[in-house]
């Protein structure tokens, strides 16, 4: 029987401690069902096969995760570059460009901004703490999930703006790397304070927007951030 919710596919990564084990945080899958989403996780499998799966979806979360393989954006290896993981990126990367080719909206968080950033073309700082000497905000803090640590400014005219109705919000934080240049099509949609890009999107796209934190950390912390994943379902069923 076909189902009227809309299924929202969300990628997962491998453990941190064995690399045989597929892991996820629930948060996304309850935060996808919190908006009335059928979760769909989908594992690192071949790239050759986002086309199959993506026909399965109405549309798609890149979750966060491990640094993205710079190779992918034509730069080497930075001394601070952490733990790549050549499957997931070539998996991600070609569920990312069917899905722009298909207009299949997408939600991108954390590791899926900078995914969503390079398969446009786009390039990435490879980690903030030594790229951008002498700023004043930690986007990697020793905190709790749902703890808000810093602001973002959101710029006027946005899709991100119009989805959080606001200019400025406070935000989780869990990254050492962010997006560089923006990828082609891609706008910037919100910064830190020390210029950190927070947010990109796609205009040219039914829906295609990304943030640097973890909206789905606050599904049951006061669910600050669900407008997100509602304004996927929203465009998941057109």
């Not at 006027?156 to 869990?174: K, Q």
């Not at 040219?204 to 951030?225: C, I, K, L, M, Y």
Request: aromatic share 6%; proline share 7%.
């Amino acid at each position: 029987m076909a189902s009227s919710r809309p299924v929202l596919g969300i990628t997962i990564g491998y453990s941190s401690s064995d690399a045989e084990h597929f892991t996820l945080r629930d948060d996304y899958v309850r935060s996808v069902e919190q908006v009335g989403g059928l979760p769909l996780v989908l594992a690192p499998g071949q790239p050759g096969d986002a086309g199959l799966l993506l026909d399965h979806l109405s549309g798609l979360v890149l979750s966060g995760g491990a640094d993205v393989d710079p190779a992918h954006y034509g730069q080497e290896r930075h001394p601070k570059l952490g733990r790549v993981i050549p499957e997931r990126d070539a998996f991600e990367l070609a569920l990312a460009r069917e899905a722009l080719r298909r207009g299949l909206p997408i939600l991108a968080i954390c590791r899926g901004q900078q995914v969503l950033n390079v398969a446009t073309g786009g390039t990435l700082l490879q980690d903030i703490p030594s790229q951008i000497p002498g700023s004043t905000v930690d986007h990697d803090p020793d905190a709790e999930r749902w703890e808000q640590v810093h602001r973002v400014t959101i710029r006027p005219g946005t899709r991100l703006r119009e989805i959080l109705g606001t200019d400025s919000v406070a935000v989780n934080s869990f990254h050492h790397q962010a997006v560089g240049t923006p990828g082609k099509g891609v706008e910037v949609s919100a910064t830190a304070e020390d210029g950190v890009v927070e947010g990109i999107e796609l205009p040219g796209q039914p829906f295609a927007v990304a943030v640097q934190w973890h909206p789905e950390s606050f599904w049951d912390h006061g669910r600050t951030f669900q407008p997100l994943f509602a304004a996927l379902a929203q465009a998941a069923q057109k």
